[in-house]
């Protein structure tokens, strides 16, 4: 994986599933909310959950509209 300058001033820790979040989006390019939570078997609000840091970070993106939208990496 790349290096990545990241947004937030706040430290972002990785925990085990932001990393298999960041490998999934790595291996599949982008994915939507409902694919990425039945990947890592998790509920909605748990993908949410990983997913927000990572955007506020700027480490991923979203791309589409709300109802549906994509998730990225980010180029670094």
Do not use: T
């Amino acid at each position: 994986m790349k290096a990545f300058n990241l947004k937030s001033p706040q430290k972002l820790v990785f925990q085990p599933r932001h990393q298999q979040l960041l490998k999934l989006l790595h291996d599949h390019g982008s994915m939507a909310p409902a694919e990425i939570w039945k990947a890592l078997d998790i509920s909605r609000q748990g993908a949410v959950d990983l997913i927000h840091p990572l955007i506020e970070a700027g480490i991923i993106e979203k791309l589409g509209s709300k109802k549906n939208g994509r998730y990225l990496l980010r180029q670094p």
